[in-house]
């Protein structure tokens, strides 16, 4: 059974670090794409980026190059989302989910994890 | 950056009858669209991909249509757990983007 696990709800304060995590299992986490996925507080979904894991390609929506950093570990069969300097209005839910093959659409999600920036 | 637009933002619809959720490009995304259902507090659910396949587990209730600029989703005869919101993706560009979604209401 194919399974993104996300880590779980993180409460930081405006200029700290983070860094989540989505550990995937039941498939071969190589071979495919992971993207992260956006939701801030009662909107949409809006893609950031994706990283092929078996060679760490990794391709950025415009509006999110240079503020986030997408990585992923294929040891532990682990992608990540991190930031330098959080900022409140980065306060939202962030999903990853797998892209399907060579198709840019997400079989499966994460459950998501909660990010909340306040002093 | 290729623009989605779905219309309308809201639909109010009986259950039993069919809802029909449009998609607009602001250019050719041709088949290369799928739908996502998401229901509060829960991850987006995969429908359709390019545009007229249904996702494994899928109700045939569920069918999409449409490719280049218009795409529809039409589902047949809705039940209960169909109210939620829906998204709209493309992926024949880089980067991916999805509509601002449409909330399916009981009426």
């Known amino acids: 059974e194919v399974q993104l696990v996300q880590s779980g709800a993180e409460v930081k304060k405006p200029g700290e670090s983070l860094k989540i995590s989505c550990k995937g299992s039941?498939?071969?986490?190589?071979?495919?794409?992971i993207g992260w996925v956006r939701q801030m507080p009662g909107k949409g979904l809006e893609w950031m980026g994706s990283i092929y894991p078996g060679d760490t390609d990794t391709r950025y929506s415009p509006s999110f190059q240079g503020q986030v950093t997408i990585s992923a570990d294929k040891s532990i069969s682990t992608a990540y989302l991190q930031w330098s300097g959080l900022k409140a209005t980065d306060s939202a839910i962030y999903y990853c989910?797998?892209?399907?093959?060579?198709?840019?659409?997400?079989?499966?999600w994460g459950q998501g994890t909660l990010v909340t920036v306040s002093s | 950056e290729i623009v989605m637009t779905q219309s309308p933002a809201t639909l109010s619809v009986s259950p039993g009858e069919r809802a029909a959720l449009s998609c607009r490009a602001s250019q050719s995304v041709s088949s290369n669209l799928a739908w996502y259902q998401q229901k509060p507090g829960q991850a987006p659910r995969l429908l359709i991909y390019?545009?007229?396949s249904r996702a494994t587990g899928i109700p045939a209730r569920f069918s999409g249509s449409g490719s280049g600029t218009e795409l529809t989703l039409t589902i047949s005869s809705l039940q209960s757990e169909d109210f939620a919101v829906y998204y709209c993706q493309q992926y024949n560009s880089w980067p991916y983007t999805f509509g601002q979604g449409t909330k399916l209401e009981i009426k």
């Open positions: 390019g545009a007229s």
């Open positions: 989910a797998r892209r399907y093959t060579n198709m840019g659409f997400f079989d499966y």
């Open positions: 039941g498939y071969s986490f190589t071979s495919y794409w």
